[in-house]
């Protein structure tokens, strides 16, 4: 399995000279089985560069075939769909997985971009076959020789974390979560007040998930300094993400979501603070940086 970050970014996309070193766009990342199968995670504007890339290949005559996972549907994780070339073209196939947001389905969300208000090519010129696939949140699905496993984070509305499981590796995406000792967010987990049974039953739920991955892509937009007043924003800190990592006994931390306030040298300093926590630990920490690919080969790294 080969990993492709094409969006690192949380919140917005940016573009300064201190940010080029991880790149500037939001959310998307890229996963190819050594079968060809394409996976895509998340629409942000990091897909657009892909897109782009995909037209290169069998995409632009027609001839193209990939699955999109949907993590969920803030803005920085769908706003590029829209400038992703190869939904405009006739014969390409598409297949969105998702548990949609609390009663919208995927379909109406990713359409109502396409609004005229909003954008001005309407979603009837998509010519590309999409077909949509709604999953419940703990399902275990299979697609395409991977094999995914579904949870729900700790971010409002529905956002989903996947296992995915294929070439006999092993790879878990967390893009947006907060601590659930702090505060419960997500639809259905009953209301802000922290509640001590809830968050170890869903700590023991998120462990087994994340356990002895390969890799582990998990949120670290803040500061430990930063996270004190704003636990309720969704999001955590490299030692979280550390913390999560050793107790599911995972290979490779790499941080993500990028906060867009912050310039190479802080993140660069949460990597290092990071790196520091978990100096006695055998796992490898990196941060996302767009472009990189990983590449655990067809039995682990
Ligand atoms: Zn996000
Ligand atoms: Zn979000």
């Given at each position: 399995m080969k990993l492709t970050f094409y969006g690192v970014r949380g919140s917005y996309p940016i573009s300064r000279p201190n940010n080029v070193r991880y790149g500037g766009n939001s959310t998307c990342l890229h996963f190819r089985l050594t079968s060809g199968a394409e996976f895509i995670f998340d629409g942000g504007s990091g897909i657009v560069k892909l897109g782009r890339e995909m037209m290169d290949r069998e995409f632009s005559q027609g001839n193209g075939k990939a699955t999109v996972l949907v993590g969920h549907t803030h803005w920085d994780h769908i706003l590029g769909y829209p400038f992703?070339?190869?939904?405009?073209?006739?014969?390409n196939d598409f297949r969105f997985i998702s548990a949609g947001q609390t009663g919208v389905s995927i379909h109406e969300i990713l359409s109502g971009q396409h609004h005229d208000l909003h954008f001005p090519?309407?979603?009837?010129?998509?010519?590309a076959n999409i077909e949509y696939d709604e999953f419940s949140i703990g399902d275990s699905l299979a697609v395409d020789g991977m094999k995914l496993t579904t949870f729900q984070l700790n971010h409002p509305g529905l956002t989903v974390a996947y296992r995915l499981e294929g070439d006999s590796t092993s790879v878990v995406v967390i893009t947006d979560t907060a601590r659930i000792h702090a505060v419960r967010l997500g639809d259905?987990?009953?209301?802000l007040e922290p509640d001590s049974a809830f968050s170890r039953r869903y700590t023991d739920q998120l462990t087994a998930l994340c356990a002895?991955?390969?890799v582990l892509v998990h949120d670290?937009?803040?500061f430990d300094h930063e996270i004190q007043d704003k636990e309720h924003w969704g999001h955590a800190t490299g030692e979280d993400a550390l913390i999560l990592a050793r107790n599911a006994g995972v290979k490779h931390l790499v941080l993500f979501h990028?906060?867009?306030?912050?310039n190479d040298t802080e993140v660069d300093q949460i990597l290092q603070a990071t790196r520091d926590l978990g100096r006695r630990d055998s796992l490898k920490i990196t941060a996302a940086t767009e472009g990189v690919t990983i590449d655990l080969g067809e039995a682990g790294p």
């Open positions: 992703f070339l190869p939904f405009y073209v006739p014969g090519v309407p979603f009837k010129d998509l010519a259905n987990m009953g209301g002895n991955a390969d670290a937009h803040f990028h906060a867009p306030e912050h």
